[in-house]
């Protein structure tokens, strides 16, 4: 079952767990390679991802920016701090909101599970203010998102009210 | 509070707004119409909606009437740890994809 846990430790981290039904080289690529992130680390529907650059070696760069439609833009950057093929990989970013977050310190391990890989991130939970912000980016998005999908049923629901 | 009332209250982008500011803890009405450059009659209106949406709540400090985030509403922490689930899910989603797609070509190539 590919079920997604997230829990808090104490008030100071994230500790986020998911299975998948592939080998750890093969997830651990799939976080490493540019042309691979940027299919899958869009965040909500609707956001693509125009810049991925991800220099996966000890001090290498991490740049990604996000774009929506209606709800504009913003980015992230970073470095790795250590990797170990196909099991660990260590790396600090902030989010542009546009200011800067404080930096989030990511730690990710990949063990074998069976035939597959259970993925454990642990990481910096941002303070009362960064998550505030993120919201206020996030949260317009997801909402509007919310109100279209009950508009559509109130229409499909009553079909005088979809001729509105 | 019915689900359309809080889909109502949360419709307007300067009330998303107003409830990231209590996010950060209570404020007056003085105090919260200064960001937005609005008067104060008309973020009393924008409290009120979300006051009867359950998701604001005031006391009394002389003549002043804070306003805070209501716990039973939409409590902060939950309210954000919602949000990152569902970009974490999603892009995962896409990620049990692209890995799917990973193995078939690598059969393909051995």
Redesign the interface.
Known sequence: M?K?T?K?EADTH?V?T?H???PPE??F??HTDPK?VQ???????GWSMPVCINEARPGGKIRYEWRHPTQGAFHLTGEYVELVAFSKIVHVERMFLPDPTPDNHVETRFEPDGAGTKMTTRMTLPD??T??????T???H??EA??VR?DSMIDNLIPSAASR | MSLDTSFAALADPTRRAILARLALGEATVMELAKPFHMTQPAISQHLKVLEQAGLVLQRVEGAKRPRRLAKAGLDAMDQWLAMLRNALEKNYERLDGVLAAMQSQDKKRN
């Open positions: 590919s997604l997230l808090t994230l986020v998911r998948f039904a592939a093969v997830v690529r799939a691979l299919q899958w680390l869009l965040g909500p529907e009362t203010k998550r505030a912000a993120m919201l206020a996030g949260m317009e997801g909402m919310s109100y009950l």
